[in-house]
């Protein structure tokens, strides 16, 4: 059926709406889709596993989907489509939530009812790229945007303390947030809701024992071969980024190390036969470094494109500042305090 709700965060996925629920159970589950991968109405959501028993609502990509669904664990299914979602409840269906999550190579946030033990699970990426937030009030709510909530009737006060521990300490501002009552999912953590409405979080990644791994475990080779393994580790990253069945978009090369690496590495010609025109985007207020963005596309033999932002452009902006700038100050808020459970 056709979302009813108010068009609250329209703008992340013009290209389809839809909402499923279960009244007997009092779940729903509502999906803005922005069609990346499979365009047609098999890559729509909320989505329903083959087998009934799961369904997500999800932002986000996995880049390494094709090959779970070429794993063993997946042999024999027949597939209705081509998305990446469909691969995620598959693998969901028949190997559990664990031995998905630690497979999952990706920026997404989801989430994932369980019709078997009525639990909801709120799942967010390894890094925290795509947010997802959570509200309990008489009812639990939860978003990729905090106004998803105002639109649902919701309101929310800052937290004055949040506010001071913010200013004083700002470097931990990844781990809280000011809006009270509300609550982030942090990075790499699952937030689960089971029947009676117990709540549980974890981690399901730790970046902090990935980082004492690597230490313990420090690269020994030589120059030689760290330039080979940063050059494969490159063309792994992006190769795996290129997957879309619509156009995709420019490279913004500023004449930087790291996008005239993206740009430049022995994977880079894959992406030039694919892109559209490579753009230069740079400032004109006394600063401009187009000279050597078009250095690099020249030394690479890409098609460069150029575009010039004036001062009139900035100007011509500032009378919607209000409304993107409020956006961006409620999510940097509730980014911010310690986590409240």
Same mark, same amino acid.
């Given at each position: 059926?056709?979302?009813?709700?108010?068009? %609250?965060?329209?703008?992340?996925?013009?290209?389809?709406?839809?909402?499923?629920?279960?009244?007997?159970?009092?779940?729903? $589950?509502?999906?803005?889709?922005? !069609?990346?991968?499979? @365009?047609?109405?098999?890559? !729509?959501?909320?989505?329903?596993?083959?087998?009934?028993?799961?369904?997500?609502?999800?932002?986000?990509?996995?880049?390494?989907?094709?090959?779970?669904?070429?794993?063993?664990?997946? %042999?024999?299914?027949?597939?209705?489509?081509?998305?990446?979602?469909?691969?995620? #409840?598959?693998? @969901?269906?028949?190997?559990? #939530?664990?031995?998905?999550?630690?497979? &999952?190579?990706?920026?997404?946030?989801?989430?994932?009812?369980?019709? !078997?033990?009525?639990? $909801?699970?709120?799942?967010?990426?390894?890094?925290?790229?795509?947010?997802?937030?959570? +509200?309990?009030?008489?009812?639990?709510?939860?978003?990729?945007? =905090?106004?998803?909530?105002?639109? +649902?009737?919701?309101?929310?006060?800052?937290?004055?303390?949040?506010?001071?521990?913010?200013? +004083?300490?700002?470097?931990?501002?990844?781990?809280?947030?000011?809006?009270?009552?509300?609550?982030?999912?942090?990075?790499?953590?699952?937030?689960?809701?089971?029947?009676?409405?117990?709540?549980?979080?974890?981690?399901?990644?730790?970046?902090?024992?990935?980082?004492?791994?690597?230490?313990?475990?420090?690269?020994?080779?030589?120059?030689?071969?760290?330039?080979?393994? &940063?050059?494969?580790?490159?063309?792994?990253?992006?190769?795996?980024?290129?997957?879309?069945?619509?156009?995709?978009?420019?490279?913004?090369?500023?004449?930087?190390?790291?996008?005239?690496?993206?740009?430049?590495?022995?994977?880079?010609? %894959?992406?030039?036969?694919?892109?559209?025109?490579?753009?230069?985007?740079?400032?004109?207020?006394?600063?401009?470094?187009?000279?050597?963005?078009? +250095?690099?596309?020249?030394?690479?033999?890409?098609?460069?494109?150029?575009?010039?932002?004036?001062?009139?452009?900035?100007?011509?902006?500032?009378?919607?500042?209000?409304?993107?700038?409020?956006?961006?100050?409620?999510?940097? =808020?509730?980014?911010?305090?310690?986590?409240?459970?």
């Amino acid at each position: 059926m056709q979302a009813p709700w108010p068009k %609250a965060i329209a703008y992340r996925g013009p290209d389809g709406a839809d909402v499923w629920s279960d009244a007997e159970r009092g779940i729903a $589950l509502s999906h803005r889709r922005l !069609a990346i991968v499979d @365009l047609t109405p098999t890559g !729509a959501q909320p989505m329903v596993s083959a087998d009934g028993r799961w369904v997500i609502s999800y932002n986000g990509e996995v880049y390494n989907a094709e090959a779970i669904a070429a794993s063993p664990a997946l %042999a024999g299914l027949t597939w209705r489509g081509t998305s990446d979602t469909e691969v995620i #409840l598959e693998s @969901l269906a028949r190997r559990g #939530l664990d031995p998905t999550l630690d497979d &999952l190579n990706g920026m997404f946030a989801m989430a994932l009812w369980d019709r !078997a033990t009525e639990t $909801l699970h709120l799942v967010r990426d390894r890094l925290g790229i795509k947010p997802l937030f959570y +509200a309990q009030k008489k009812r639990f709510y939860f978003a990729s945007e =905090l106004k998803s909530f105002a639109a +649902a009737g919701l309101t929310f006060d800052i937290d004055p303390a949040s506010v001071a521990s913010f200013y +004083a300490s700002p470097m931990y501002r990844h781990r809280s947030q000011y809006i009270a009552t509300s609550t982030k999912v942090l990075p790499g953590e699952v937030v689960s809701i089971g029947p009676g409405g117990r709540k549980r979080r974890r981690k399901y990644w730790d970046l902090g024992a990935v980082a004492a791994a690597g230490l313990a475990n420090q690269f020994t080779g030589s120059d030689a071969d760290a330039e080979a393994s &940063l050059s494969a580790l490159l063309a792994d990253a992006v190769s795996a980024q290129m997957s879309s069945d619509v156009p995709l978009r420019r490279i913004s090369v500023r004449g930087g190390i790291d996008s005239s690496t993206v740009d430049g590495f022995d994977g880079g010609s %894959a992406a030039r036969a694919l892109c559209a025109p490579f753009r230069s985007v740079f400032p004109d207020f006394g600063y401009d470094r187009s000279i050597y963005a078009r +250095a690099v596309a020249h030394h690479l033999g890409t098609m460069h494109e150029e575009l010039i932002v004036t001062a009139a452009d900035a100007l011509s902006v500032v009378p919607q500042l209000c409304r993107y700038l409020r956006r961006a100050v409620l999510q940097i =808020l509730a980014d911010s305090h310690p986590r409240r459970f």
